[in-house]
């Protein structure tokens, strides 16, 4: 937990307060589950269940009317996050050219650059670009994306074909909170607002 507190920028002297609150409202939540029930309820949220199919389980379980709200936020912010989101979805106000990578985060915003790209400087309609990151560990996991400015898209040459490093600044690394990102098979998409180019 402390180190997803330094991940988010919560103050050493703000743990203390937030630990807190978690911790109640766990003993005021889903501490009152047994295993077994948490899982039939998790799966009852993750299928879209109504709020009151859920209460009804809970009084099933006898679990105390006190308690059903912190549990039905629960499973609501579980369900949130457990859906999959399109890629293109990360920034739902970004307008540019969005890039997929495994590269590391760390050595993108040093370099201020990513590359070496295959797409169309012309199809690049607002000169931004969004680095969506598609590693499954680390400090920049997927859901992380960076949105920066392009100051200058640079040719450069695998062999005979043509690519593009697109150069930028003012990069800001943005964490969605949401890991289950789904990914096209093209890691270049164009977006304009309103939709995909």
Known sequence: ?????????????????VKSNIWELFENGISRLNGIQLKNLVEKAQKGESPETIVDKLNYYGIDSCFHQNILDYLSGFHQATQIIEVEQLDPYFEGVQVATRDDFEKILSDKYTGDWILNPANINSMRVQVASMNNSGRFPRGWYINADIVRIEEVYWGTQKRYRLHFQNAVAIDSGNRNVKFKQMPVTYIKRGGII
């Open 1 to 17: 937990m402390d180190e997803l507190f330094d991940t988010v920028g919560v103050q050493d002297n703000e743990t203390l307060l």
